[in-house]
């Protein structure tokens, strides 16, 4: 596995365990994680149907398509809002469709 430059392997661990034991709502999960957004998000099904807004940078070698594919496999039903480009990495913006 091709990880980001700059990749903390405990920065999706963290995250993830923070999200699975806040029972709210997220009305916006804002996450620039430097290349783990894989692992992140390979870990949503306990909390991705929570979450309202989606602001995220995405690092290769992850990509978009990648990251919507496993959002809808861990139950979550996003659309794609924009997307937009800083330096070489996109931004998006990502909505929850059952919300």
């Known amino acids: 596995m091709q990880i980001a430059e700059g990749y ?22 804002k996450c620039d994680i430097e290349g ?15 979450v309202r807004l989606i602001a995220i940078e995405v690092h290769a070698p992850f990509v978009v398509g990648e990251l919507m594919s496993l959002i809808a496999a861990a139950g979550g039903e996003f659309e794609l809002l924009s997307t937009s480009r800083q330096g070489r990495n996109p931004l998006c913006l990502l909505r929850n469709c059952a919300d």
């Open 8 to 29: 903390n392997p405990f920065v999706a661990d963290f995250a993830a365990q923070r999200l699975r034991l806040d029972a709210g709502a997220i009305d916006l999960l």
């Open 36 to 50: 783990a957004e894989r692992e992140l998000f390979e870990r949503c099904a306990s909390w991705i149907t929570r």
